[in-house]
């Protein structure tokens, strides 16, 4: 990603040019689709939950500081989304396969197979946990935020963070070891 770029369309979409919020919108979809995918864990609600973050972005986009980076602001904005959708459906586990293909060479069929449901045992512990301890797995492990910005992204403060992202990683450890007996 381009910083430079990013903050001059940052910059445009806040004086009002939409053609500069949609291409911010192109430039940060995936990233954002792939939080509310992980911590929802089913396609239709994170595709719902991302058109949502963004459409409160840009309702709100005359609040932000365009001197920041947008891309964690449009992240805390979809991870509260996804907290508040968890809390008020308690959603099942979904066990899709939405995980892209690797991008090296391909593993024969016997690891592919393994490999796939490695990564479903993966998502299904990971959907089982808390919202509060999801959260932070998720910003830690696959958006590779600092503390500091789970912190402020959840609005905690770094003492909780580290907690209960210790709790969340001892959970998902037991879970993972069950599985495998």
């Not at 445009?12 to 929802?40: K, T």
């Not at 308690?90 to 391909?106: A, D, F, I, V």
Request: proline share 6%.
């Amino acid at each position: 990603m381009n910083i430079a770029k990013d903050r001059s369309l940052t910059k445009l979409a806040a004086q009002g040019d939409q053609n500069a919020f949609g291409e911010l919108v192109q430039l940060h979809q995936s990233a954002v689709f792939n939080v509310a995918y992980r911590m929802l864990g089913n396609r239709q609600d994170a595709e719902d939950i991302t058109q949502e973050a963004f459409l409160r972005a840009y309702k709100a986009f005359n609040k932000f500081d365009t001197d920041r980076p947008l891309r964690p602001w449009v992240k805390k904005i979809v991870t509260n989304l996804c907290l508040n959708r968890i809390k008020a459906h308690r959603p099942t586990l979904s066990l899709e396969n939405g995980l892209p293909p690797p991008k090296e060479r391909k593993p024969g069929p016997e690891a592919q197979s393994t490999k796939r449901e490695e990564d479903r045992q993966i998502r299904a512990a990971i959907l089982s946990l808390t919202p509060r301890y999801r959260a932070v797995i998720e910003l830690r492990h696959f958006q590779d935020l600092s503390y500091e910005e789970i912190a402020k992204t959840l609005s905690k403060p770094l003492s909780t963070v580290k907690s209960d992202l210790f709790r969340a990683r001892k959970m998902l450890a037991e879970k993972l070891q069950e599985i495998k007996r």
